[in-house]
């Protein structure tokens, strides 16, 4: 299963992989020469699909779980500044996704989406600590009947060149389904009310649907 952001892509990506392979059988006529280059046609094509993936993963929302929003790494777990819309200190859990991850963002919690903004920026390596004020990205914060605001941001990194955000004021969003998507190589960040009982460690690998970030009694 794809995601529809990736339909574009995929079709054009299919037509050309299929057009060079045609014309490399026509023009190249060493087999070996021939097959290596085909091969490595094919690869890329593979990695095309692999990023655009969507695996299902349904889920029954539950107002005292927060889970992890997208696939990846976690790489930050600490309390900072958050000056755009708390204006106050946050415990930040931050999740690297490299570009071999599943690149679907999804609600990490249930609630009414307060806030939603985009900023243009900067294409800084997503682990960069200047990544999350610098880079392009876009906030949202979550009014959740447990946690109360949470905020996510979801920020491009490198490779990244385009930041799908569905999140809009007013909106209810519902945990688990799909939030929007980062094409090639991201971040997201997790802002959660200090104090918050984090159920995630350094280094832990995060599945989007699946790890549970905090929970809350």
Same mark, same amino acid.
């Given at each position: 299963m794809?995601?529809?952001?990736?339909?574009?892509?995929?079709?054009?990506?299919l037509?050309?992989?299929?057009?060079?392979?045609?014309?490399?059988?026509?023009?190249i006529?060493?087999?070996?020469?021939?097959?290596?280059?085909?091969?490595?046609?094919?690869?890329?094509?593979?990695l095309?699909l692999?990023?655009?993936?969507?695996?299902?993963?349904?889920?029954t929302?539950?107002?005292?779980?927060?889970?992890?929003?997208?696939?990846?790494?976690?790489?930050?777990?600490e309390?900072?500044?958050?000056?755009?819309?708390?204006?106050?200190n946050?415990?930040?859990?931050?999740?690297?996704?490299s =570009?071999?991850?599943?690149? /679907?963002?999804?609600?990490?919690?249930?609630g009414? *989406?307060?806030?939603?903004?985009?900023? !243009?920026? +900067?294409?800084?390596?997503?682990?960069?600590?200047?990544?999350?004020?610098?880079?392009e990205?876009?906030?949202?914060?979550?009014?959740?009947?447990?946690?109360?605001?949470?905020?996510?941001?979801?920020?491009?990194?490198?490779?990244?060149?385009?930041?799908?955000?569905y999140a809009k004021?007013?909106?209810?969003?519902?945990?688990?389904?799909?939030?929007?998507?980062?094409?090639?190589?991201?971040?997201?960040?997790?802002?959660? =009310?200090i104090?918050?009982? /984090?159920?995630?460690?350094?280094?832990?690998k995060? *599945?989007?649907?699946?790890?549970?970030? !905090?929970? +809350?009694?």
């Amino acid at each position: 299963m794809f995601h529809k952001e990736g339909t574009k892509i995929i079709f054009f990506s299919l037509v050309v992989a299929v057009i060079f392979i045609v014309v490399l059988d026509y023009v190249i006529t060493i087999d070996w020469l021939r097959m290596t280059l085909s091969s490595i046609i094919l690869a890329l094509l593979i990695l095309v699909l692999q990023f655009f993936r969507n695996p299902n993963r349904s889920i029954t929302p539950n107002d005292h779980v927060i889970v992890a929003p997208v696939d990846g790494k976690v790489v930050v777990i600490e309390e900072v500044y958050e000056p755009e819309y708390f204006k106050d200190n946050r415990l930040m859990v931050s999740i690297f996704m490299s =570009p071999i991850n599943v690149h /679907v963002t999804r609600y990490g919690l249930s609630g009414l *989406i307060k806030y939603s903004q985009y900023h !243009a920026g +900067k294409y800084l390596v997503a682990w960069h600590p200047k990544a999350s004020e610098e880079n392009e990205r876009t906030t949202v914060v979550i009014e959740n009947n447990v946690f109360g605001e949470v905020m996510y941001r979801q920020i491009a990194g490198a490779l990244a060149k385009r930041i799908i955000n569905y999140a809009k004021p007013g909106m209810q969003a519902i945990q688990g389904t799909d939030a929007g998507f980062i094409k090639f190589g991201s971040r997201v960040d997790l802002y959660l =009310p200090i104090g918050t009982k /984090v159920d995630v460690v350094l280094n832990q690998k995060a *599945i989007g649907n699946k790890t549970v970030i !905090a929970k +809350k009694q």
